[in-house]
């Protein structure tokens, strides 16, 4: 059984759990109720109670069951302006990737055993104490035009492994993980996109999406909402989101002949 590791931000997660099984409901209660690192705020037993909730109170950690009546817990998170870190809990397999569309921490299969919902709780410990460390660090001290570094190093297979700015075809954001897709290979680290898009020159890559930073001198080719870049042996497409589709215009015109 996983050890779960206190976290180092002051406050602990402040819980809503969410299900119209009052046996669900008291399941989740009872785990709970187990984590030193979490405290229950409340249990509703559909989706128009928690947006209440939600309104009254400041919430870290959702536990929501999909199948619900009135609304899913799927359509309930696409309400949500601000949503707090999601963990769907559901019988029914058919839901992760939807689940994972709207970056949900995890996805917890019933019945739950204990041993899968404390690594749940342990991906949203990682992910609040990252969170805290990036909101509380202070602005890093510019480094002087020529000592900049073409390089970074990231924690991955319990290593720190160097990763240079040249390298970098695109960056992808899976859940509370990014992958680096390298010319050659890939790295998997536990980082957020807007830590790793602080760190990066905007004179190379450009945030293209929620979920993609591309490098820009590895953009092949742009047609309507999509960038295709070379991966390995074969070109890749990536979505434009449009919230980033107007800066990626911009850039582009700048360099069009």
């Given at each position: 059984?996983?050890?779960?590791?206190?976290?180092?931000?002051?406050?602990?997660?402040?819980?809503?759990?969410?299900?119209?099984?009052?046996?669900?409901?008291?399941?989740?209660?009872?785990?709970?109720?187990?984590?030193?690192?979490?405290?229950l705020v409340?249990?509703?037993?559909?989706?128009?109670?928690?947006?209440?909730?939600?309104?009254?109170?400041?919430?870290?950690?959702?536990?929501?069951?999909?199948?619900?009546?009135?609304?899913?817990?799927?359509?309930f998170?696409?309400?949500?302006?601000?949503?707090?870190?999601?963990?769907?809990?559901?019988a029914?397999?058919?839901?992760?990737?939807?689940?994972?569309?709207?970056?949900?921490?995890?996805?917890l299969?019933k019945?739950?055993?204990?041993?899968?919902?404390?690594?749940s709780?342990?991906?949203a410990?990682?992910?609040?104490?990252?969170?805290?460390?990036?909101?509380?660090?202070?602005?890093?001290s510019?480094?002087?035009?020529?000592?900049?570094?073409?390089?970074?190093?990231?924690?991955?297979?319990?290593?720190?492994?160097?990763v240079?700015?040249?390298?970098?075809?695109?960056?992808?954001g899976?859940?509370?993980y990014?992958?680096?897709?390298?010319?050659?290979?890939?790295?998997?680290?536990?980082?957020?996109?807007?830590?790793?898009?602080?760190?990066?020159?905007?004179?190379?890559?450009?945030?293209?999406?929620?979920?993609?930073?591309?490098?820009?001198?590895?953009?092949m080719?742009?047609?309507?909402?999509?960038?295709?870049?070379?991966?390995?042996?074969?070109?890749?497409?990536?979505?434009?989101g449009k919230?980033?589709?107007?800066?990626?215009?911009?850039?582009?015109?700048?360099?069009?002949?």
């Amino acid at each position: 059984m996983q050890r779960l590791l206190k976290p180092t931000f002051p406050d602990m997660l402040k819980v809503l759990i969410v299900d119209d099984e009052p046996l669900a409901l008291d399941v989740l209660e009872t785990y709970i109720s187990q984590m030193p690192e979490l405290t229950l705020v409340k249990r509703c037993s559909n989706a128009v109670e928690a947006n209440e909730v939600l309104k009254q109170h400041e919430i870290d950690l959702m536990f929501l069951d999909i199948q619900m009546p009135q609304l899913t817990g799927i359509d309930f998170v696409k309400t949500l302006t601000h949503p707090p870190m999601v963990i769907f809990t559901t019988a029914y397999p058919n839901y992760a990737i939807q689940g994972f569309d709207l970056s949900a921490l995890d996805y917890l299969l019933k019945p739950i055993s204990l041993e899968r919902f404390m690594k749940s709780v342990n991906k949203a410990v990682d992910h609040a104490e990252m969170s805290h460390r990036e909101a509380v660090s202070p602005p890093t001290s510019a480094v002087p035009a020529g000592d900049a570094l073409d390089f970074f190093f990231v924690k991955a297979d319990k290593k720190l492994v160097k990763v240079n700015f040249d390298d970098i075809v695109y960056i992808e954001g899976l859940k509370d993980y990014v992958i680096i897709r390298l010319l050659n290979t890939r790295v998997i680290t536990l980082q957020t996109m807007k830590s790793l898009e602080d760190r990066l020159p905007k004179s190379k890559f450009r945030r293209i999406h929620r979920s993609f930073i591309v490098g820009l001198d590895k953009i092949m080719a742009i047609e309507g909402n999509m960038i295709e870049v070379q991966e390995r042996d074969k070109p890749k497409m990536l979505p434009i989101g449009k919230n980033y589709r107007d800066d990626l215009l911009v850039l582009i015109e700048k360099n069009r002949l």
